[in-house]
């Protein structure tokens, strides 16, 4: 409980100092609003569920791009991972491209997509294959060369031999890549509606900047950490287990 | 069997002692955590004389307390009731007269350092001047065994050879007292015994006063001049024996010579039923 | 085995060609787009012009100027206000919870307020490096310093150290892996976030020079910027690795 109440201080004093500073005139600038006007503007958002379209829009970008990057790079992942010789030699090529930042790509995936959702889930999707990429690769390496005899044995086709073996038994670090390109996903998407794209909560954020409606780009921006926060949480609280019962392994 | 007795009758000074001064004086210490209503007791008045150039062992079964002595004697720990004295002065807290080895030694080095630097902590703590260190390293390495390895990061050595360093490192400091926590614990049984017989060879050449914690009732007898039995819950003093084996001791005869059996005999009772 | 090194050497050589030469006959050939998708030489031409004029190094020194100056003063303000965090069971306690909300926060959602207050400007676009940069190290270094082994800090108090020797001989050092780490990845996201304010507030680099590109459809130059990007990624990521390896090379003594 102490913990609680000191952790709170902090947050509390700043916006109790911010309210009294700027109502008292203490605090005069035009690039910031009132808490109690950033708290209207924010309400104002969700009630006319602009605040929720937006938050959607980013999500769909988001989950397009995440979806994605799942599917490329836990296949890539696991022929890269089971072959060690296709890796030394497709792996530096794939490696060339590691240092390029995702956002890079942004003009590129504009100029073949043009504005919209395909262009933001194409950088997302980039962004995010590459923690899952790597973690497949060293999931797949990991398993039990046992698992791999049995699955020799019993003559399983490729297929099956992923589905029944590989997947299952790679699922708890493969686990962990995912969860790292989740932290991604919703960064990325932001990032691009901020810069170019005129969709989602990145870009209610610059166009409130634009139209000079400060109190609303605060509200914004609040809502997106809150946004971000939650869904930290949310994934902290994910269970290993769940995705391994989903992907119908006997628990 | 003797019964938790508060008070036990203080056992005579060994005659090997340098002087039958005290180095370490304990009055009714005693240790409890919690409010006072119901407080937990670890340690329940302790009185004891750690003497001059003696080695002491405590032994006794695990969560007896007797780390918990261990730590109150270096200073790391405050006793709730009772009083520590050094030299006659009371322990206000940790100090580099008093070394301590402890029982973990991995975690006890300094990993991005050398064997050497290491060692060399100690002699920067004492402000000795750098000049000096090399030399001073070096015979110190030389007596715990372990030149040649001076270069080396403790990740390379193996655990005997880590507990050495750390021994070297607390030598460092030109202790007045050096007390060991289950130093040898964790080490198999080969190096247990070629460490014990350094130890008390260092010890011997020395004069050095040394408290030492074992739950190994067979490596207290064949270390100490004085061994302590405790009991648990709450730690305390269940019986004292002075060791009247000779020295310089030896693994294969000191071991078979029957009051050594005796003692072995005597003690090992009194561990089982506690 | 040295042999088949060298023949997996030459297999990656070789399909890395294969896959640049099978581009540029497609391309050539407009069985792909060549406007999307230009043939390599030309894009390695345009690169090789930008060279010579000049402009290259012209981008390349601004984005990475913007770079190094957001990432080091992250980091040193990760670094220290991290060794005051971490070291402190207060400071912990009273921040923490307000850290843990600002962190998820995307750094490029802060352009808008940056942009508000700094305008379009350089100094825009090291603040808001900074304030992404600094997570990484800041987080990293308040668990490095907050987890030094309590056997060290008994010892620091055994041989009676001061608190200042015991940061220099042993927080700092103890602290000094997960730093790095964090350090590590605060280099990648200054180079990212270079890039994104360059493109949102259109300032010199490597970052704008790609931006105009698409804008003007030559696409040559957008991939000839992309290759510089890479380059600077690699070769930056690279170095830090190799002072990385250096600075911690008692965890590997044997290799």
Not at chain 3, 161 to 188: C, N, Q, W, Y
Request: net charge positive; hydrophobic share 50%; with cysteine.
């Amino acid at each position: 409980m102490q913990r609680f109440v000191r952790g709170a201080m902090l947050p509390v004093l700043i916006v109790l100092l911010w309210e009294v500073s700027s109502r008292t005139g203490l605090l005069q600038f035009e690039s910031l609003s009132r808490p109690s006007d950033i708290l209207a503007a924010g309400l104002g958002g969700l009630a006319d569920g602009s605040t929720l379209l937006a938050t959607w829009q980013t999500f769909e970008a988001a989950l397009f791009g995440l979806l994605l990057a799942i599917l490329v790079g836990i296949l890539a992942g696991t022929i890269l991972g089971l072959s060690a010789t296709t890796e030394r030699i497709v792996g530096p090529t794939i490696e060339a491209f590691r240092p390029i930042p995702a956002v890079a790509f942004i003009p590129l995936s504009l100029l073949l997509f043009g504005f919209g959702l395909p262009m933001e889930g194409m950088i997302v999707t980039y962004a995010c294959v590459w923690p899952i990429l790597l973690g497949t690769i060293h999931a797949v390496r990991g398993i039990e060369p046992r698992l791999n005899e049995v699955a020799r044995v019993l003559e399983l086709s490729f297929a099956a031999r992923m589905w029944k073996i590989i997947l299952p038994a790679a699922l708890a670090r493969i686990n962990v890549g995912i969860r790292v390109a989740v932290g991604f996903a919703l960064v990325v998407a932001v990032t691009v509606e901020i810069i170019v794209n005129p969709r989602g909560l990145g870009y209610s954020l610059i166009l409130a900047q634009q139209s000079l409606r400060v109190d609303l780009m605060y509200a914004q921006l609040l809502w997106l950490s809150f946004v971000g926060y939650a869904i930290n949480a949310a994934l902290r609280n994910v269970k290993v287990s769940q995705p391994a019962l989903l992907v119908g392994a006997r628990p | 069997m003797s019964a938790g007795a508060a008070r036990v009758v203080a056992t005579p000074a060994p005659a090997s002692a340098a002087s039958a001064r005290a180095a370490l004086e304990l009055r009714g210490v005693g240790l409890a955590f919690g409010s006072s209503a119901d407080a937990r007791k670890i340690l329940d008045d302790i009185t004891f004389d750690v003497f001059q150039g003696e080695i002491l062992c405590l032994v006794g079964p695990s969560g007896c307390g007797k780390t918990t002595i261990l730590r109150l004697l270096s200073g790391l720990l405050q006793p709730s009731s009772g009083e520590i004295r050094f030299e006659g002065a009371a322990i206000a807290g940790p100090s580099r007269s008093r070394a301590i080895v402890f029982q973990d030694y991995s975690n006890a080095l300094l990993p991005w350092r050398t064997v050497a630097g290491n060692v060399a902590l100690s002699l920067e703590a004492r402000k000795v001047p750098p000049q000096s260190h090399g030399e001073i390293v070096s015979a110190l390495l030389k007596k715990m065994n372990l030149q040649g390895a001076a270069g080396q990061y403790p990740s390379q050595l193996s655990g005997g050879m880590q507990q050495r360093v750390q021994i070297a490192r607390c030598l460092a400091q030109q202790p007045k007292i050096l007390l060991m926590d289950e130093p040898f614990g964790a080490l198999d049984a080969m190096t247990r015994q070629a460490l014990q017989d350094e130890l008390l060879q260092l010890a011997a050449e020395q004069k050095m006063t040394v408290v030492f914690i074992t739950h190994d009732l067979e490596e207290a007898i064949y270390l100490g001049d004085r061994v302590f039995v405790l009991g648990s819950n709450p730690g305390r003093i269940i019986e004292q024996i002075k060791v009247d084996l000779p020295r310089p001791r030896s693994q294969l005869e000191t071991r078979e010579d029957w009051r050594f059996l005796a003692h072995r005999h005597r003690l090992f009772g009194l561990l089982q039923g506690h | 085995m040295k042999q088949r090194a060298v023949l997996l050497n030459l297999g990656a050589l070789a399909f890395a060609a294969g896959i640049l030469a099978s581009w540029q006959i497609l391309s050539d050939a407009r069985v792909i787009s060549p406007i999307f998708f230009p043939p390599p030489s030309r894009a390695l031409s345009e690169l090789w012009a930008r060279f010579a004029d000049g402009s290259a190094w012209t981008s390349i020194q601004a984005t990475s100027t913007r770079m190094f100056v957001g990432w080091c003063c992250a980091s040193l303000l990760g670094i220290v206000l991290g060794a005051a965090i971490g070291s402190s069971r207060l400071a912990r306690d009273y921040l923490e919870p307000t850290l843990e909300f600002v962190r998820p926060l995307p750094a490029s959602a802060i352009i808008p307020i940056a942009i508000l207050f700094l305008g379009l400007s350089n100094s825009m676009s090291v603040a808001v490096i900074s304030f992404g940069a600094i997570w990484p190290v800041l987080l990293s270094s308040v668990y490095g310093f907050g987890s030094i082994n309590n056997r060290l800090q008994e010892i620091s108090a055994v041989l009676g150290l001061t608190r200042r020797e015991f940061l220099r001989k042993i927080a700092i050092p103890s602290a000094m892996p997960d730093v790095l780490a964090g350090v590590r990845v605060s280099l990648a996201i200054s180079l990212i976030l270079a890039v994104v304010t360059e493109m949102q507030a259109s300032l010199p680099g490597i970052g704008r020079d790609i931006f105009l590109a698409q804008r003007s459809f030559r696409s040559p130059d957008l991939y000839a910027g992309l290759i510089l990007l890479g380059v600077i990624g690699f070769i930056v990521n690279f170095a830090l690795a190799a002072f990385e390896k250096h600075a911690l090379r008692w965890r590997n003594p044997y290799s």
